[in-house]
């Protein structure tokens, strides 16, 4: 079975560029997030999507980002402007949402400067 | 305010030796516990489950709950140089079990 994918692995910006990263799920995981972790933290939501609907979206600046899930599959999450601060790993993860447990994609290490 | 809390550590033992990770959480309706393991530079990965009392091993792994105490800890068995990462432990929302709650982790390092 194929893992969460997502992309660009790695991304380095100058700041009021946007950016925006694309996440693909496990098939048939009904429930998608993503997530901001910064060293030595855990990880932070930013917005959860159960299918296409945006269930908990609280933690998202949305001056500045955006996200989308199409068709409750595929998620694309922007920023824009980016600004310093927005310099982290961006991570996405899926669940069948049955236990709670969740499965992450490799992560997109953003870069501001 | 839910929280989760885990020793940031660093926890240091020798290659071989049991370690031993703690996480105590302040739900009392929680019903789920998570940890993962996060090597430098990757994402976290679900290494252990645990829905009820007790204990639940899994190779050299064992997770241990508690829920009138409200702890539950990760005991790994003959560390490996390979073991040494960060150890996250997550809790669903007792009101949401889709919603992690999440320690900021315990840094393991494992010494040949």
């Known amino acids: 079975e194929a893992g969460v994918v997502q992309s660009p692995r790695y991304k380095i910006i100058e700041k009021k560029q946007p950016v925006a990263f694309w996440c693909n799920p496990i098939s048939g995981h009904n429930t998608l997030y993503w997530y901001l972790q910064n060293l030595g933290q855990g990880p932070e939501l930013l917005i959860r999507y159960e299918n296409e609907e945006a269930v908990d979206d609280s933690q998202l600046p949305k001056d500045r980002f955006s996200a989308e899930r199409l068709k409750g599959v595929d998620s694309t999450l922007k920023i824009q402007p980016a600004e310093l601060g927005d310099s982290a790993v961006y991570l996405c993860?899926?669940?069948?949402?049955?236990?709670?447990?969740?499965?992450f994609g490799p992560g997109t290490r953003l870069t501001v400067t | 305010q839910k929280e989760v809390e885990q020793n940031s550590g660093p926890l240091s033992v020798p290659e071989g030796a049991i370690a031993s990770l703690n996480c105590t959480y302040s739900d009392r309706g929680s019903q789920s516990f998570f940890w993962y393991r996060q090597y430098s530079g990757k994402s976290p990965e679900l290494i252990m489950s645990i829905y009820s009392n007790g204990d639940k091993e899994d190779g050299r792994f064992t997770a241990q709950l508690n829920k009138a105490s409200q702890y539950v800890s990760l005991l790994i068995r003959d560390s490996q140089p390979s073991d040494s990462a960060t150890y996250l432990c997550a809790v669903p929302n007792a009101g949401n079990n889709r919603k992690l709650i999440w320690g900021l982790g315990t840094s393991l390092a494992v010494n040949p």
């Open positions: 993860a899926s669940s069948p949402g049955l236990g709670g447990e969740q499965y």
